[in-house]
């Protein structure tokens, strides 16, 4: 087991998810332990419960340890297809738990600032220069765009949801949705 | 495809984008995108802002008891799977070899049914994981109406697999536990649970001085020292 980890550890992410749809536990582990801190971590973003963001994760690593040899590389890195999965995984969560309220009843700035605070005693925070830079460039943004991107992504909320929510044409939040990506982009240009 | 369509299209994109379309729609703009060049490129262009969204939050630790979940998950899975795929010999087999050579003692069993207590024979059997692994040197095996369980020892490294595990309540996990002399201690990545055949792996990393190896049930999240009488108990000869 130990051999077989040590030569998965060697293998790109892409190498790695065909040895996983083989069922090789230890490709599976390394892929794992790459990842699941920052898996946890997005999970924890968006149900905002220690708990909800364990099984969540552990959910979503389970169904990729289940069809591991689906990944498609043009979809995208492993990172972000990981991380994809476990971003849907989590907004089912919310929606699941929700489903009986009346989402109209939240309030944005609330909301957000309920799922950023939480149980911190488990918050080792390993911060990476990656993503620093995106928060950085997250904080730049206009708060009126910051939000209706956080609220999408982070949120699950469609954007429709979000134009009630926030009492806005819908036009205008998909405006504020583009202008946003944007200017992330245009500075992830500037950073390169 | 009009000009109208093109530009109704083309706004969603950063909702696609987000995932904050209605259920529904993101169909639709893919069969759009399928056809539609600039919306191609627009979307290559605005996809990797997206991306980058999940690496801003604050970085956690992941509790080192969920890895024990998933990986005790994946291990039973990847078991069975290797099981369904062999034409080896199977448990049954196994277990009629030895139950034909393997003196195997059967303790009291204690609370409820599926608390029982194996004093285990001592069996060398040769065969291999199947995997490509090296083979086992030794196998321990034990058996009792309820819970059978058997103990191979790969170098450094042991597996445990349980058979018939029932009776474990939802908020309780399986805990591995080993013997040094007096000390029982948990074993590292000690967390697992049976699959719905009632079948678990734990896989003891650090075999070395390990008198025996135990398994109770314990509250999720698992317990700092044994809370419950062991379901089994497997005598290792070093």
Request: hydrophobic share 40%.
């Amino acid at each position: 087991m130990r051999k077989r980890r040590g030569s998965a550890e060697r293998l790109a992410d892409e190498e790695l998810m065909p040895l996983i749809g083989k069922k090789d536990v230890a490709a599976f582990e390394v892929f794992y332990d790459r990842h699941g801190a920052i898996a946890y971590s997005l999970a924890y973003r968006i149900v905002g419960e220690r708990t909800a963001a364990e099984d969540v994760t552990q959910e979503a690593f389970v169904s990729i340890w289940r069809s591991g040899g689906r990944y498609d590389r043009s979809r995208g890195s492993v990172r972000s297809w990981t991380l994809g999965i476990v971003r849907n995984r989590a907004v089912d969560s919310l929606r699941g738990k929700s489903a009986s309220a009346p989402k109209l009843a939240f309030d944005a700035d609330a909301l957000l600032e309920q799922r950023e605070s939480g149980d911190r005693t488990d918050r080792d925070a390993l911060r990476r220069e990656t993503a620093d830079e995106v928060r950085e460039a997250l904080d730049q943004l206009p708060g009126e765009q910051s939000k209706v991107i956080q609220l999408a992504y982070f949120g699950g909320f469609s954007q429709s949801e979000i134009a009630t929510m926030l009492s806005l044409p819908l036009g205008t939040v998909k405006g504020r949705m583009r202008l946003g990506l944007e200017k992330i982009r245009t500075e992830m240009v500037r950073l390169a | 495809m009009s000009e109208r369509d093109h530009e109704h299209w083309r706004e969603e994109l950063p909702a696609y984008l987000l995932g904050a379309l209605e259920p529904g729609q993101a169909a639709e703009l893919e069969r759009h995108l399928a056809g539609c060049e600039d919306c191609r490129v627009d979307l290559a262009w605005l996809r990797p802002a997206a991306r980058l969204l999940p690496e801003s939050v604050e970085c956690l630790e992941a509790p080192r008891q969920l890895r024990t979940r998933i990986m005790a998950e994946v291990r039973v899975e990847a078991e069975g799977s290797r099981a369904g795929r062999s034409g080896r010999r199977s448990f049954g087999d196994f277990w009629r070899w030895i139950g034909d050579r393997s003196p195997v003692s059967l303790g009291p069993a204690i609370g409820f049914a599926a608390i029982v207590l194996i004093s285990a024979g001592i069996a060398a059997y040769a065969t291999r994981d199947g995997d490509g692994g090296s083979a086992p040197t030794t196998v321990v095996a034990g058996k009792a109406p309820k819970v059978t369980a058997k103990m191979v020892r790969e170098g450094d490294s042991g597996t445990l697999r349980l058979a018939n595990v029932s009776g474990l309540k939802a908020d309780e996990v399986l805990q591995a536990w080993v013997r040094r002399g007096e000390r029982i201690e948990s074993a590292e990545a000690s967390l697992f649970v049976p699959d719905c055949h009632g079948a678990a792996i734990a896989v003891i990393e650090d075999m070395q001085g390990v008198n025996a190896v135990m398994v109770t049930a314990e509250p999720r999240g698992g317990s700092d020292s044994p809370t419950s009488d062991p379901l089994v108990s497997v005598p290792v000869r070093q």
